[in-house]
């Protein structure tokens, strides 16, 4: 599996660490309700299809990339660095889901 | 029929030729009692229980592909009780008792065999936490021996303890820990639970579940609506698609776990040995293979195939704890698709729908779990109160708190 | 008063050579990284000063005397060079933390990519490329000086890790050379 | 027997070779199994499960039967195919999976109780009693089972890893990728062709036929050296491409070493991890058997082996041959045969409308239906025109056609498509992206129509790599039909001990997949797993099809809808030792030294590894015999004198800009835009979960940057999870992370004397007044610039004093002598880890990811004025309450008694079972300051259990007494001393 990173460019995936869906970017504020949090911590879509998910080029320039790929042929449809992520988290996974 | 080796004989004998199918193919009825997705080990399991101890015979399994075709005829075969936390300690200590009565439960030969499990440690924290564990075990009622360096070297005289990047400080063995002929478990159970009156159902894809007034009435399948009163949804590797059927987002991320054989080789490893630092673990087959695995390749994917990355590094971590294996060629990798969950424990549970029972979450430890995983949720289903020893397994336990988390690496699914 | 040796991280060990590589520690007098993230007037005047600008990704600017070489988003390392005139960047000294080893011979790239999951071929990887990029199991920065020549920076305290490693590419190498 | 003048061997080379221990030559381009057969040895082995006697099946990797094991000296290589091996001067195999002799074999029993080792038999037996299993059943079926033996020793032979990039990944050089190969190379394009044989070439080394109007081999020598002249061409013989992985990564296995005797630094094989752009599978096909009665004697071989030996090896497998096939293609078996002047005895043609015109008897509509010959073929008894008649022969030549090596095109989930007018699956169109089948893997089955896939394949990969293509002639060859008719099995006459072959490596005949069917294993993956069809180390290339066949047969379906089992990686074996290399002994991680290191190793200190770095356990005086008199010592060094331990491991980052402090209020608990510049403060930092990650002090340099201290341990998880809070949470702060952990070599100096010994060495004395606790500054030390932190995890006036690494081990060395001077030195992880426990502090024991703030008395910590990571998460209901175990301290009640860590702790006169269990010990040690064993515990509710009893019980350590539960300060719990 090759990892576009967006600044090395094209890695072999053992540079990189995985975390998991960008779920994680979706982080509610301090007051937010128990599900908020439960939704960010826990709870996944998990598509079989096209997902998004974050990566860090650990051995790498260091950054940490949204990835869009598919879980079922692996496919990978593009990254970004999720410091320059200009849309939010969850309005940029729903548009890219199948 | 009984299995038997004076059968074996005797049908030996006539050419084999009076040997019954092991299961019948019925068509699916209009309506059952009990429903349960999936027919692989735990939901085997689940419809033979349900059937032998809740005298329940009205149900049906309905799978998708094979009967065993999932994780169940995918892994290591690897069958312990070697928990420590409250929650696991007793369900896996109630499988492990299971296990040690399968074969003549189930009149099959599931080869479960007690070779005992070494898990080896590096440093002194490393073996403080096993003692932790160990004694935990044997507070459970299970068995537990620790090891020094000699004490392994007296079990495993081939492991590399001069060279070896990680020195061997000693091990926890669990003399009851061992391996078992995974395919036969899922056949012994479906033979049982068939021979019972369960329908096994294959070739049937679930496409929908009936939900009315927040009750569950049936399922819409590949081969027409079956209408029922319970539906069970065991289908780990497939929990998040099966369950959003019902409206439901659950918290599980799917991942994939490579694992290894070898060609057959004459009887060289005598044990389950699990290296912690290197993520590996190994057995030899009744065939002569060696079998072994690692980690996860820790990205979500339902690809049912790896990357390499992960392969070499099982390789390399073998390569360093007993190089005599450096000869031994892979013959065979697969990957199954593990249900990770937030605390690396599984969910044995209600729903938010009436008559609705989830079964999911079994990480990379499923194998182990079939029998006590089928016999709590078929307590479950028949009597809509969680079993005594698999009452910690609770779907809200992620939100409020109450994890059960042994490796203690959080809420983030693939560290588990 | 007394004073302190100082001692490079591969203290002690000398060139090897087998086959047509070699294999030699670079001495590092002072390696800083310097962090903008943009390059103002300030920093491009006072890194121009120094014969040297900010690097694009995977290049590396300079040579002899001071080297810049990209290493992360809006991040370089100087290698060489005194940064103290410099402004408008974060700067943090680096010149311990870092081994450098050089690897020089025909065939250096096939020896690598025994341990580099790079494409080095020449076309993909020209001198002047340089690349943030483990070697076998540990982080490592890769510049290309010479279309046989190679210098890369691993941590102090895993250096006779990486010279061992290489080393044992490099004999392995040789000894295929001697199969007919 | 060898042939004059036939064969591509070197035949001026004699090479001399022993196996099972008596000598043989050959020579130079033998194969070990051409080298056999050309001394007549036909019995190679015996078969996995009936013991029964096998000889050389094909001239291929997907060799089921003969497996050797090679010897070396004190090593051995099981399973070996004696079809690959090569053989060279010294080379000694041996035949495996019998006792005490190929020629005799004890477990040759077993084919007498076949009848009743059907299918499956071990699931219905072997169940009473249970006890039997793992003592008598169980091994005895072991010791039957399995095939070659490793030696057990360690292997320390060399094997290397490499990654190569290209264009174009050319699988095979037949004569579709030698085409492939050139018509890319011609049109510049970066090709790598990689073959599975010594010699390119494929089935043309094999053939007699011409290309371009020379003899085949000839116009394979004559492409190779222009490829040979092409700088973009790179030749890789002896490599078998095993796996395809995503986005065009393909796994490959080299044998650099194994065609020659062992030699210093050579590895013996090469794992390939290749990265093509576009890749060409022309892989060909490979040829299947006839299941028919006993088919399985050494001596029955396939044609196009036959073929193999007779025209790439100069070798008659046998005296009188015969041919059973069924296809037009086979007959060149015969044809060339006769041709070399070896008598063809009959062929044995199954079609009834089949040619008959050859120079030998030839039996159209004919079957073979039995066979004879213990140790080797002897005879043959066909049916024809409803008569059986009994034919002499030495080798059966047999081809059930072929099947197209489709294998590399499925290990993406892809599934091959069956094929009427071949009877074989065929790859899926775009199985792999990126990867186009082309020539006999294809389904090809003449020479011209190989060629010209190959060359179309090429262009096609071209026009993906946006690269012009050049014109390619294709050369004449051979373009005959194939003429398949297919037959899968015969039927054999009754006889319990009758049997066809399908699997030969696992012994699964007909019977047992007729009985999987009839017991309604009828799914093919039930069939595979119930009979073990297809699961031996060919892997089912030899059975696949035909096994489908009899089971589609059987179930009454047709092939397509039986389906396939899944082809996997790695297609053709591969060693652990390949994928594994370089993981021997130390390198399976970096190993990480300290700039301290030698200084230590000096002093006798035994080293134990934290992580991947090493650290000084103890510091050993002359006539100290264990680890605890050191540690006492050193101990007690420290609480009144003053000792040195290198701590560099601890992670430093290095945190700058304008938003550095915000960005720490919100990864800490606590607070530290209110630090003082040239103050130092504790940190506790949770995972978003709540849980605690890691502690550790954090010191502000200046007003914009400050220096986080991480534990060893967590240092990667810390930078890392740093890294993404700033990146996806703050994005716009002015924040720069950077790790300076390899930077610096820090040292404690800590004890009563510790002030009086750093100003000994500082160029300007630190003043108590002026540089309190938790202060931090720079200094210099003999002119050097260093940084000195007032800090202490011994709870006695303490210092860090850290200069750059270069400077590391003088500093060290200087600290240590002036220390000593002073009743002072070193002290290792024993002594830090009591001194440490002494004043309650906590490690990765403690908070090991399942702990919360609230269990280590510390919630207090989590400010609340202000948001920070895990905040949130830390307050569900689970995380907080009674039932918790919290931290507390743990004293025995009689001084002399131990204490260890995993044990669990039990309200005395309770049951000590799970159920009543109370919490467990996590960290322990001598107490050499209170004379008493000391630890620290988690118990429910324990914080409001002071002064109670508990009962500590270790199972595994045999230890079961009474404790105190005290505060987990034991010393100096006002901290005096340290604010000295």
Request: hydrophobic residues 40%.
């Given at each position: 599996?090759?990892?576009?990173?967006?600044l090395c460019?094209?890695?072999?995936r053992?540079?990189?660490?995985?975390?998991?869906?960008?779920?994680?970017?979706?982080?509610p504020?301090?007051?937010?309700p128990?599900?908020?949090?439960?939704d960010m911590?826990?709870?996944r879509?998990?598509p079989?299809?096209v997902?998004?998910?974050?990566?860090?080029?650990?051995?790498?320039?260091?950054?940490?990339?949204?990835?869009?790929?598919?879980?079922?042929?692996?496919?990978?449809?593009?990254?970004?660095?999720v410091?320059?992520?200009?849309?939010g988290?969850?309005?940029?996974r729903?548009g890219?889901?199948? | 029929?009984?299995y038997?080796?004076?059968?074996?004989l005797?049908?030996g004998?006539?050419?084999n030729?009076?040997?019954?199918p092991a299961?019948r193919?019925?068509?699916?009825?209009?309506?059952?009692?009990?429903?349960i997705?999936g027919?692989?080990?735990?939901?085997?399991?689940?419809?033979?229980?349900?059937?032998?101890?809740?005298g329940?015979t009205?149900?049906?399994?309905?799978?998708?592909?094979?009967?065993?075709?999932?994780?169940?005829g995918?892994?290591?075969?690897i069958?312990?009780?070697?928990?420590?936390?409250?929650?696991?300690?007793?369900?896996?200590?109630?499988?492990?008792?299971?296990?040690?009565?399968?074969?003549?439960?189930?009149?099959?030969n599931?080869m479960?065999?007690?070779?005992g499990?070494?898990?080896?440690?590096?440093?002194?924290g490393?073996?403080?936490?096993f003692?932790?564990?160990?004694?935990?075990?044997?507070n459970q009622?299970?068995?537990?021996?620790?090891l020094?360096?000699?004490?392994?070297?007296?079990?495993?005289?081939?492991?590399?303890?001069?060279?070896?990047?990680?020195?061997?400080?000693?091990g926890?063995?669990?003399?009851?820990?061992?391996?078992?002929?995974?395919?036969?478990?899922?056949?012994?159970?479906?033979?049982?639970?068939?021979?019972?009156?369960?329908?096994?159902?294959?070739?049937?894809?679930?496409?929908?579940?009936d939900?009315?007034?927040?009750?569950?009435?049936?399922?819409?399948?590949?081969?027409?609506?079956?209408?029922?009163?319970?539906?069970?949804i065991?289908?780990?590797?497939?929990?998040?698609?099966?369950?959003?059927?019902?409206?439901?987002?659950?918290?599980?991320?799917?991942?994939?776990?490579?694992?290894?054989?070898s060609?057959?080789?004459k009887?060289?490893?005598?044990?389950v040995?699990?290296?912690?630092m290197?993520?590996f673990?190994?057995?030899?087959?009744?065939?002569?293979?060696?079998?072994?695995g690692?980690?996860?390749d820790?990205?979500?994917?339902?690809?049912?195939r790896?990357?390499?990355?992960?392969?070499?590094?099982v390789?390399?971590?073998?390569?360093?704890?007993?190089?005599m294996?450096?000869r031994?060629?892979?013959?065979?990798?697969?990957?199954?698709?593990m249900?990770?969950s937030?605390?690396?424990?599984?969910?044995?549970?209600?729903t938010?729908?009436?008559?609705?029972?989830?079964?999911?979450?079994?990480?990379?430890?499923?194998?182990?779990?079939?029998?006590?995983?089928?016999?709590?949720?078929?307590?479950?289903?028949?009597?809509g109160?969680?079993?005594?020893?698999?009452r910690?397994?609770?779907?809200?336990?992620?939100?409020?708190?109450?994890?059960?988390?042994?490796e203690?690496t959080?809420?983030?699914?693939?560290?588990? | 008063?007394?004073?302190l040796?100082?001692?490079?991280?591969?203290?002690?060990?000398?060139?090897?050579?087998?086959?047509?590589?070699?294999?030699?520690?670079?001495?590092?007098?002072?390696?800083?990284?310097?962090?903008?993230?943009?390059?103002?007037?300030?920093?491009?005047?006072g890194?121009k000063?120094?014969?040297?600008?900010?690097?694009?990704?995977?290049q590396?600017?300079?040579?002899?005397?001071v080297?810049m070489?990209w290493?992360?988003?809006?991040?370089?390392f100087?290698?060489g060079?005194?940064?103290?005139?410099?402004s408008?960047?974060?700067?943090?000294?680096?010149?311990d933390?870092?081994?450098?080893?050089?690897?020089?011979?025909?065939?250096a790239?096939?020896?690598?990519?025994?341990?580099?999951?790079?494409?080095?071929?020449?076309d993909?990887?020209?001198?002047?490329?340089?690349?943030?990029a483990?070697?076998?199991h540990?982080?490592m920065i890769?510049?290309?000086?010479?279309?046989?020549?190679?210098?890369?920076?691993?941590?102090?305290?895993?250096?006779?890790?990486?010279?061992?490693?290489?080393?044992?590419?490099?004999k392995?190498?040789?000894?295929?050379?001697?199969?007919? | 027997?060898?042939?004059e003048?036939?064969?591509?061997?070197d035949?001026?080379?004699?090479?001399?070779?022993?196996?099972?221990?008596?000598?043989?030559m050959?020579?130079?381009?033998?194969?070990?199994?051409?080298?056999?057969?050309a001394n007549?040895v036909?019995?190679?082995?015996?078969?996995?499960?009936?013991?029964?006697?096998?000889?050389?099946?094909?001239?291929?990797?997907e060799?089921?039967?003969?497996?050797?094991?090679?010897?070396?000296?004190?090593q051995?290589t099981p399973?070996?195919?004696?079809?690959?091996?090569?053989?060279?001067?010294?080379?000694?195999a041996?035949?495996?999976?019998?006792?005490?002799?190929?020629?005799?074999?004890?477990?040759?029993?077993?084919?007498?109780?076949?009848?009743?080792?059907?299918?499956?038999f071990?699931?219905?037996?072997?169940?009473?009693?249970r006890?039997?299993?793992?003592?008598?059943?169980?091994?005895?079926?072991?010791?039957?089972?399995?095939?070659?033996?490793?030696?057990?020793?360690?292997?320390?032979?060399v094997y290397?890893?490499?990654?190569?990039?290209?264009?174009?990944?050319?699988?095979?050089?037949?004569?579709?990728?030698?085409m492939?190969?050139?018509?890319?190379?011609?049109?510049?394009?970066?090709?790598?062709?990689?073959d599975?044989?010594?010699?390119?070439?494929?089935?043309?080394?094999?053939?007699?036929?011409?290309?371009g109007g020379?003899?085949?081999?000839?116009?394979?020598?004559?492409?190779?050296?222009?490829?040979?002249?092409?700088?973009?061409?790179?030749?890789m013989?002896?490599?078998?491409?095993?796996?395809?992985?995503?986005?065009?990564t393909?796994?490959a296995?080299e044998?650099?070493?194994?065609?020659?005797?062992?030699?210093?630094?050579?590895?013996?094989?090469?794992f390939?991890?290749?990265?093509?752009?576009?890749a060409v599978?022309?892989?060909?096909?490979?040829e299947?058997?006839?299941?028919?009665?006993?088919?399985?004697?050494?001596?029955?071989?396939?044609?196009?082996?036959v073929?193999?030996?007779?025209?790439?090896w100069?070798v008659?497998p046998?005296?009188?041959?015969?041919?059973?096939?069924?296809?037009d293609?086979?007959?060149?078996?015969?044809?060339?045969?006769?041709?070399?002047?070896?008598k063809?005895?009959?062929?044995?043609?199954?079609?009834?409308?089949?040619?008959?015109?050859?120079?030998?008897?030839?039996?159209?509509?004919a079957?073979?239906?039995?066979?004879?010959?213990?140790?080797g073929?002897?005879?043959?008894?066909?049916?024809?025109?409803?008569s059986?008649?009994?034919?002499?022969t030495?080798?059966?030549?047999?081809?059930?056609?072929?099947?197209?090596t489709?294998?590399?095109?499925?290990h993406?989930?892809?599934?091959?498509?069956?094929?009427?007018a071949?009877?074989?699956?065929?790859?899926?169109?775009?199985a792999?992206?990126?990867?186009?089948?082309?020539?006999?893997?294809?389904?090809a089955?003449?020479?011209?129509?190989c060629?010209r896939?190959?060359?179309?394949?090429?262009?096609?990969?071209?026009?993906?790599?946006?690269?012009s293509a050049?014109?390619?002639p294709?050369?004449e060859?051979?373009?005959?039909?194939?003429?398949i008719a297919?037959?899968?099995?015969?039927?054999?006459?009754?006889?319990m001990?009758?049997?066809?072959?399908?699997?030969?490596?696992?012994?699964?005949?007909?019977?047992?997949?007729?009985?999987?069917?009839?017991?309604?294993?009828?799914?093919?993956?039930?069939?595979?797993?119930?009979?073990?069809?297809?699961?031996?180390?060919?892997?089912?290339?030899?059975s696949?099809?035909a096994?489908?066949?009899?089971?589609?047969?059987?179930?009454?379906?047709?092939?397509?809808e039986t389906g396939?089992?899944?082809?996997?990686?790695?297609?053709?074996?591969?060693?652990?030792?390949?994928?594994?290399a370089?993981g021997?002994?130390?390198?399976?991680?970096?190993?990480?030294?300290?700039t301290?290191?030698?200084?230590?190793?000096?002093?006798?200190?035994?080293?134990?590894?934290?992580?991947?770095?090493y650290?000084?356990?103890?510091?050993?005086r002359?006539?100290?015999?264990?680890w605890?008199?050191a540690?006492d010592?050193?101990?007690?060094?420290v609480r009144?004198?003053?000792?040195?331990?290198?701590?560099?491991?601890?992670?430093?980052?290095?945190?700058q800009?304008?938003?550095?402090?915000?960005f720490?209020d919100?990864?800490?608990?606590n607070?530290?835009?209110?630090?003082?510049v040239?103050?130092?403060?504790?940190?506790?930092?949770?995972?978003?979960?709540?849980?605690?990650?890691?502690?550790g002090t954090?010191a502000?340099?200046?007003?914009?940057?400050?220096?986080?201290?991480?534990?060893?341990?967590?240092?990667?998880?810390?930078?890392?999870?740093?890294?993404?809070?700033?990146?996806?949470?703050?994005?716009g702060?002015?924040?720069?992370c950077?790790?300076?952990?390899?930077n610096?070599?820090?040292?404690?100096?800590?004890?009563?004397?510790a002030?009086a010994?750093?100003?000994?060495?500082?160029?300007?004395?630190?003043?108590?007044?002026?540089?309190?606790?938790?202060?931090?500054?720079?200094?210099?030390?003999?002119?050097?610039?260093?940084?000195?932190?007032?800090i202490s995890?011994?709870?006695?006036?303490?210092?860090?004093?850290?200069?750059?690494?270069?400077?590391?081990?003088?500093?060290?060395?200087d600290?240590?002598?002036?220390?000593?001077t002073?009743?002072?030195?070193?002290?290792?992880?024993?002594?830090?880890n009591?001194?440490?426990l002494?004043?309650?502090f906590?490690?990765?024991?403690?908070?090991?990811?399942?702990?919360?703030?609230?269990?280590?008395?510390?919630?207090?910590?989590?400010s609340?004025k202000?948001?920070c990571?895990?905040?949130?998460?830390?307050?569900?209901?689970?995380?907080?309450?009674?039932?918790?175990?919290?931290?507390?301290?743990?004293?025995?009640?009689?001084?002399?008694?131990?204490?260890?860590?995993?044990?669990h702790l039990?309200?005395?006169?309770?049951e000590?079972?799970?159920a009543s269990?109370?919490?467990y010990?996590?960290?322990?040690?001598?107490?050499?300051?209170?004379?008493?064993?000391?630890g620290?515990?988690?118990?429910?509710?324990?914080?409001?259990?002071?002064?109670?009893?508990?009962?500590?019980?270790?199972?595994l350590?045999?230890?079961?007494?009474l404790?105190?539960?005290?505060d987990?300060?034991?010393?100096?719990?006002?901290?005096r001393?340290?604010?000295?």
């Amino acid at each position: 599996m090759r990892i576009p990173c967006p600044l090395c460019g094209t890695r072999d995936r053992r540079e990189f660490y995985y975390y998991g869906s960008d779920d994680y970017l979706n982080r509610p504020a301090a007051d937010a309700p128990a599900a908020a949090w439960d939704d960010m911590l826990h709870n996944r879509d998990n598509p079989a299809g096209v997902t998004r998910d974050l990566w860090y080029h650990e051995t790498g320039c260091a950054q940490w990339l949204a990835v869009t790929r598919n879980t079922v042929t692996h496919e990978i449809l593009g990254s970004e660095l999720v410091a320059d992520l200009k849309t939010g988290p969850k309005s940029a996974r729903k548009g890219g889901e199948k | 029929m009984r299995y038997s080796g004076l059968k074996v004989l005797g049908e030996g004998l006539f050419g084999n030729k009076g040997w019954k199918p092991a299961w019948r193919d019925p068509a699916p009825k209009a309506e059952y009692d009990a429903i349960i997705i999936g027919g692989g080990g735990h939901g085997l399991s689940t419809a033979y229980y349900l059937a032998k101890n809740h005298g329940m015979t009205n149900i049906a399994v309905l799978e998708k592909g094979y009967l065993g075709s999932g994780n169940i005829g995918r892994n290591t075969t690897i069958v312990r009780a070697n928990y420590f936390l409250p929650g696991n300690s007793e369900f896996y200590s109630h499988s492990l008792k299971l296990w040690e009565g399968l074969e003549s439960e189930l009149n099959y030969n599931v080869m479960h065999s007690q070779r005992g499990l070494i898990n080896l440690f590096h440093s002194d924290g490393q073996r403080d936490a096993f003692a932790r564990r160990g004694n935990a075990m044997i507070n459970q009622g299970d068995d537990a021996i620790l090891l020094d360096r000699e004490g392994v070297r007296e079990h495993l005289p081939y492991l590399d303890f001069e060279q070896t990047r990680f020195p061997i400080y000693g091990g926890l063995l669990h003399p009851r820990g061992g391996t078992a002929r995974h395919d036969a478990v899922a056949w012994g159970y479906a033979r049982g639970a068939d021979r019972r009156g369960v329908d096994l159902i294959q070739n049937c894809e679930v496409t929908g579940i009936d939900v009315s007034n927040g009750r569950v009435t049936g399922v819409q399948t590949t081969r027409g609506a079956i209408r029922a009163k319970k539906v069970g949804i065991v289908v780990a590797g497939r929990s998040s698609q099966v369950a959003a059927m019902a409206g439901m987002r659950l918290p599980i991320e799917s991942h994939i776990l490579q694992a290894f054989v070898s060609e057959g080789l004459k009887p060289v490893i005598h044990h389950v040995i699990s290296f912690g630092m290197g993520h590996f673990y190994i057995s030899q087959s009744d065939k002569g293979g060696l079998v072994f695995g690692g980690d996860l390749d820790f990205y979500a994917s339902y690809a049912a195939r790896g990357n390499l990355p992960m392969v070499e590094h099982v390789m390399e971590a073998g390569m360093t704890l007993m190089p005599m294996i450096g000869r031994a060629r892979v013959l065979r990798s697969w990957g199954g698709i593990m249900d990770m969950s937030p605390d690396g424990s599984p969910v044995i549970d209600r729903t938010h729908v009436d008559g609705l029972f989830l079964n999911c979450g079994w990480n990379y430890g499923g194998f182990k779990a079939v029998p006590a995983s089928g016999w709590c949720m078929a307590h479950l289903m028949a009597t809509g109160q969680p079993h005594d020893v698999a009452r910690r397994f609770r779907l809200d336990r992620f939100a409020t708190g109450h994890l059960i988390d042994e490796e203690g690496t959080g809420s983030q699914h693939n560290l588990h | 008063m007394p004073s302190l040796i100082a001692k490079t991280p591969l203290e002690g060990t000398w060139p090897v050579t087998h086959g047509g590589l070699t294999l030699a520690e670079v001495e590092l007098t002072r390696v800083t990284s310097v962090s903008a993230p943009k390059v103002g007037r300030d920093l491009a005047a006072g890194l121009k000063a120094l014969g040297v600008s900010f690097p694009k990704p995977n290049q590396f600017t300079g040579f002899d005397a001071v080297r810049m070489v990209w290493t992360s988003m809006d991040q370089a390392f100087m290698i060489g060079g005194d940064p103290s005139g410099l402004s408008g960047a974060v700067m943090t000294d680096q010149s311990d933390g870092w081994a450098c080893l050089r690897l020089e011979g025909a065939g250096a790239d096939q020896a690598l990519m025994r341990l580099v999951p790079l494409d080095l071929r020449r076309d993909a990887f020209p001198p002047g490329a340089a690349a943030r990029a483990p070697l076998n199991h540990m982080q490592m920065i890769l510049m290309r000086l010479e279309p046989d020549c190679f210098e890369l920076l691993v941590f102090r305290s895993m250096a006779r890790t990486a010279w061992h490693e290489i080393e044992e590419a490099m004999k392995s190498l040789a000894a295929r050379a001697g199969l007919v | 027997m060898r042939i004059e003048g036939k064969g591509l061997i070197d035949r001026d080379s004699r090479v001399g070779f022993r196996f099972d221990g008596r000598d043989y030559m050959g020579f130079k381009g033998d194969t070990l199994a051409s080298a056999l057969l050309a001394n007549g040895v036909r019995l190679v082995g015996r078969s996995f499960k009936y013991h029964r006697p096998r000889g050389i099946l094909t001239a291929g990797s997907e060799e089921p039967n003969a497996l050797v094991e090679i010897l070396e000296d004190g090593q051995q290589t099981p399973n070996t195919r004696a079809t690959v091996q090569e053989i060279f001067d010294g080379l000694q195999a041996k035949s495996q999976n019998r006792w005490p002799s190929v020629r005799f074999d004890a477990l040759a029993i077993n084919d007498l109780a076949a009848p009743f080792l059907s299918a499956g038999f071990y699931y219905k037996t072997f169940m009473w009693p249970r006890a039997f299993w793992e003592k008598l059943y169980e091994p005895a079926i072991r010791r039957a089972a399995g095939l070659g033996s490793l030696s057990g020793r360690h292997d320390e032979a060399v094997y290397e890893k490499a990654f190569a990039f290209c264009d174009l990944l050319v699988i095979g050089s037949g004569p579709a990728g030698l085409m492939a190969a050139l018509t890319a190379g011609r049109a510049g394009a970066d090709v790598i062709l990689a073959d599975e044989d010594a010699r390119m070439g494929g089935r043309l080394l094999a053939e007699t036929g011409t290309v371009g109007g020379q003899h085949g081999p000839d116009w394979v020598e004559e492409v190779l050296g222009e490829l040979r002249a092409m700088p973009n061409v790179r030749l890789m013989t002896r490599t078998t491409v095993t796996g395809v992985h995503d986005d065009g990564t393909y796994a490959a296995l080299e044998r650099v070493g194994l065609h020659v005797a062992p030699r210093p630094n050579l590895p013996r094989e090469c794992f390939w991890r290749i990265v093509a752009r576009q890749a060409v599978l022309a892989s060909g096909a490979l040829e299947r058997p006839i299941a028919f009665p006993s088919n399985d004697r050494p001596g029955i071989m396939m044609a196009g082996a036959v073929r193999a030996y007779l025209n790439r090896w100069g070798v008659a497998p046998g005296k009188r041959v015969t041919l059973f096939a069924n296809t037009d293609a086979a007959r060149a078996t015969a044809r060339d045969l006769m041709a070399a002047g070896v008598k063809v005895a009959a062929i044995i043609d199954p079609r009834p409308d089949a040619s008959t015109v050859e120079d030998c008897p030839v039996y159209a509509g004919a079957q073979v239906i039995d066979t004879a010959g213990r140790l080797g073929l002897s005879r043959i008894t066909i049916a024809h025109r409803g008569s059986e008649f009994r034919i002499e022969t030495d080798c059966l030549a047999m081809s059930g056609g072929w099947n197209p090596t489709v294998h590399l095109t499925c290990h993406k989930g892809g599934r091959p498509v069956w094929n009427e007018a071949l009877a074989a699956f065929v790859p899926a169109p775009g199985a792999v992206a990126g990867l186009i089948p082309a020539g006999s893997a294809n389904g090809a089955m003449s020479t011209a129509a190989c060629l010209r896939e190959g060359r179309d394949a090429a262009l096609s990969a071209l026009a993906a790599l946006d690269r012009s293509a050049p014109d390619v002639p294709l050369p004449e060859a051979e373009d005959d039909t194939y003429g398949i008719a297919p037959l899968w099995h015969v039927p054999g006459k009754g006889g319990m001990w009758k049997r066809q072959w399908l699997d030969f490596a696992n012994d699964v005949t007909v019977k047992d997949v007729k009985l999987a069917a009839q017991e309604n294993y009828a799914s093919v993956e039930h069939m595979k797993r119930y009979t073990t069809q297809g699961m031996a180390p060919d892997q089912g290339k030899n059975s696949n099809v035909a096994a489908l066949a009899v089971l589609a047969d059987a179930t009454g379906r047709g092939i397509p809808e039986t389906g396939t089992t899944t082809f996997r990686p790695p297609f053709a074996p591969v060693s652990v030792a390949a994928m594994g290399a370089g993981g021997r002994g130390k390198g399976f991680a970096p190993q990480r030294f300290l700039t301290s290191h030698e200084a230590s190793l000096e002093r006798g200190a035994p080293m134990i590894e934290a992580g991947m770095w090493y650290r000084p356990s103890y510091f050993p005086r002359p006539g100290e015999a264990t680890w605890r008199e050191a540690c006492d010592r050193e101990v007690a060094m420290v609480r009144h004198a003053v000792g040195i331990c290198d701590v560099s491991t601890l992670g430093k980052i290095d945190i700058q800009g304008r938003d550095a402090a915000r960005f720490l209020d919100f990864v800490y608990t606590n607070t530290f835009s209110t630090l003082p510049v040239g103050r130092v403060r504790y940190g506790l930092m949770l995972r978003e979960d709540g849980h605690v990650m890691d502690d550790g002090t954090t010191a502000r340099l200046g007003e914009t940057h400050f220096l986080m201290t991480t534990t060893t341990a967590a240092a990667g998880q810390v930078m890392r999870h740093l890294d993404f809070v700033r990146q996806a949470y703050c994005a716009g702060w002015d924040v720069h992370c950077l790790s300076v952990t390899e930077n610096w070599a820090q040292f404690a100096v800590a004890g009563p004397k510790a002030r009086a010994l750093l100003n000994s060495v500082l160029d300007a004395p630190v003043d108590p007044e002026a540089f309190p606790f938790m202060a931090c500054g720079p200094v210099r030390v003999h002119g050097v610039d260093a940084r000195l932190f007032r800090i202490s995890f011994s709870g006695e006036e303490g210092y860090e004093i850290a200069v750059p690494a270069r400077y590391g081990e003088a500093l060290f060395r200087d600290l240590l002598a002036r220390a000593e001077t002073m009743g002072g030195g070193p002290y290792g992880m024993e002594a830090l880890n009591v001194l440490r426990l002494e004043k309650g502090f906590i490690t990765h024991a403690e908070i090991h990811g399942r702990v919360t703030a609230f269990d280590i008395g510390m919630e207090r910590m989590i400010s609340p004025k202000k948001d920070c990571i895990g905040k949130a998460a830390a307050q569900r209901p689970g995380l907080m309450g009674p039932e918790r175990e919290q931290l507390v301290g743990l004293k025995p009640t009689l001084p002399d008694q131990m204490l260890t860590a995993g044990a669990h702790l039990f309200t005395p006169g309770e049951e000590v079972c799970r159920a009543s269990d109370q919490g467990y010990v996590t960290s322990v040690g001598p107490s050499a300051t209170l004379g008493h064993w000391i630890g620290l515990a988690f118990l429910k509710n324990g914080r409001a259990r002071n002064g109670e009893m508990v009962r500590v019980v270790d199972h595994l350590r045999k230890i079961d007494i009474l404790a105190e539960v005290c505060d987990p300060v034991f010393h100096d719990p006002e901290g005096r001393k340290l604010r000295a």
